[in-house]
């Protein structure tokens, strides 16, 4: 690659993320000269308006109208987050959290962590199947096949328990343990911007009931999420975060317009 193509890759690069980073402070359409007027940029309005085509061209920006500036493309909106998302949480203070998400317009999801293990499976005069965890008890009804199952979860945690149950499709012993584990312990912040994005995009009643009983954080590791549990042009960020001081999973989502480097900063800082 010669020197000139790396230069106008790095041009590229760099006026595409000053596009993006005025449209998600303006969210509006971005023109060349506004470009160059916010960013005191050295490229004349020709210039950048060239590399808007190439952009353009590469699916990364879009004109909505002949004589409108450009708007990122969801593709770009991707990337950019991929790599440009700064989310340095340690205890976060859930008041603040409400008050930002609220100002910003996403959606929050906060389960507190539970690694409660099972410490004994107790057999009830062959009428119920009593699971005692560390810190609570569940029964069920019995069945001397899944009694003698059980034994092999002794020592596994609660989330395992109901990973493997929901599997091998043991369903009344996986509901007693959501329950148990998304009762008092979940809960939602903003939910009014869940059932917008919900609404607007036809999202299906699985994926809704997950995220009001709490199932939605089965399986869902901590990373950025895109087009799986949200629709598309919609972001989902998991975290584990300590919410005033107690172990907890974050799940944040909201449209991929939205400030989300302003919102962690605002958090972290409270």
């Not at 106008?8 to 993320?17: A, T």
């Not at 059980?150 to 043991?170: C, K, W």
């Amino acid at each position: 690659m010669t020197w000139k193509e790396f230069s106008m890759i790095d041009k590229k690069e760099f006026l595409l993320e000053s596009i993006i980073k005025a449209y998600i402070i303006n969210l509006e359409p971005i023109g060349s000269s506004q470009l160059k007027q916010m960013y005191d940029l050295e490229y004349s309005s020709a210039t950048i308006r060239g590399y808007f085509k190439k952009l353009g061209d590469e699916g990364f920006l879009v004109q909505e109208h002949i004589s409108s500036g450009r708007v990122p493309s969801v593709v770009a909106l991707k990337q950019y987050w991929s790599s440009q998302l700064s989310r340095k949480l340690e205890n976060v203070d859930l008041q603040s959290l409400k008050y930002f998400a609220k100002e910003i317009g996403l959606s929050v999801a906060l389960k507190k962590e539970t690694n409660s293990k099972l410490l004994k499976v107790v057999d009830f005069e062959q009428s119920y199947i009593v699971l005692r965890f560390e810190d609570f008890a569940v029964t069920i009804k019995y069945s001397s096949a899944l009694y003698k199952f059980l034994q092999d979860f002794i020592g596994l945690d609660i989330e395992q328990i109901m990973s493997i149950s929901r599997q091998v499709g043991a369903f009344e012993l996986y509901n007693e343990l959501v329950a148990r584990t998304y009762g008092d312990s979940y809960q939602t912040v903003n939910v009014k911007e869940y059932i917008k994005m919900a609404l607007g995009y036809g999202l299906d009643d699985n994926m809704i009931n997950g995220y009001f009983n709490g199932r939605i954080f089965e399986n869902l590791k901590d990373g950025i999420y895109f087009d799986t549990i949200v629709p598309k042009g919609y972001i989902g960020i998991c975290d584990s975060v300590k919410i005033d001081g107690e172990e907890s999973k974050m799940l944040v989502m909201g449209d991929l317009s939205k400030n989300y480097n302003y919102f962690y900063e605002r958090v972290a800082a409270w």
